[in-house]
């Protein structure tokens, strides 16, 4: 149906052992929607990021990708969902166009030159593009890893402070093109310390704190971080 959610989670509680890191969660997030996830420091973001992707194990509760429980090894979940965790993951004997073209190739992209050189430019790695990525600063290193995750095919985009190492100019960017992703019909899950991107890029912000999970529109989202 498409009015169904591509992601559904239901009294989710997440955590490490048998302690949770955060009150339960419930969200349904749909073709066209950027819900946000902001919070203190250590109040869950990134590890509900993980537990609905399937990375990390529940404490209790249920999270659904595409109506199913999320398994990373699946190759449905892989061909559907993009996502940049933290982590830096390159082919280092690969330059950063060689490493998109592959990402691109694996994942049967058409045109991949094309989309390759088109986000070679969109996030400012012209100069960088036969660079090897020991030769990258680490604001470099992350606009890579955000490339690659747009370089491929996606109904939902996954992003873990997506913001960080980026300069002013590169932060504005992202805000547009995760408002063209939503506005051509993908979704965005992302955990931001940003207010400008939850606000300008986002349809819907959780709260995560000690006393449980709130809702809030984007612009009260960009003040509750600014006041955390």
Not at 63 to 77: I, K, Q, T
Not at 142 to 169: I, K, T, Y
Not at 204 to 218: A, E, I, K, S
């Amino acid at each position: 149906m498409p009015d169904e959610p591509l992601l559904r989670v239901r009294g989710l509680s997440v955590g490490y052992g048998e302690d949770p890191v955060c009150a339960p969660i419930d969200l349904e997030l749909r073709a066209g929607e950027a819900v946000a996830v902001i919070g203190a420091n250590g109040t869950g973001k990134s590890t509900f990021l993980r537990t609905v992707l399937g990375l990390q194990e529940p404490l209790g509760g249920q999270a659904e990708l595409f109506g199913a429980r999320p398994d990373p090894r699946s190759g449905d979940l892989r061909a559907s969902v993009a996502s940049v965790l933290g982590d830096d993951a390159f082919f280092s004997a690969l330059t950063v166009t060689e490493h998109l073209l592959l990402t691109a190739l694996g994942h049967r992209v058409p045109d991949a030159r094309d989309l390759v050189a088109g986000l070679v430019e969109d996030f400012g790695l012209e100069d960088r593009a036969d660079a090897l990525p020991t030769a990258l600063s680490s604001g470099q290193r992350r606009r890579v890893l955000l490339a690659a995750a747009f370089v491929r095919p996606r109904s939902l985009l996954v992003l873990d402070e997506p913001e960080q190492r980026l300069d002013a100019g590169m932060r504005n960017r992202l805000a547009d093109m995760l408002v063209e992703e939503r506005e051509d019909g993908g979704a965005v899950l992302v955990a931001s310390h940003d207010p400008i991107l939850v606000e300008r890029a986002t349809t819907r912000v959780l709260l995560l704190h000690d006393d449980g999970v709130t809702t809030l529109d984007p612009s009260a989202g960009a003040a509750a971080i600014a006041a955390l």
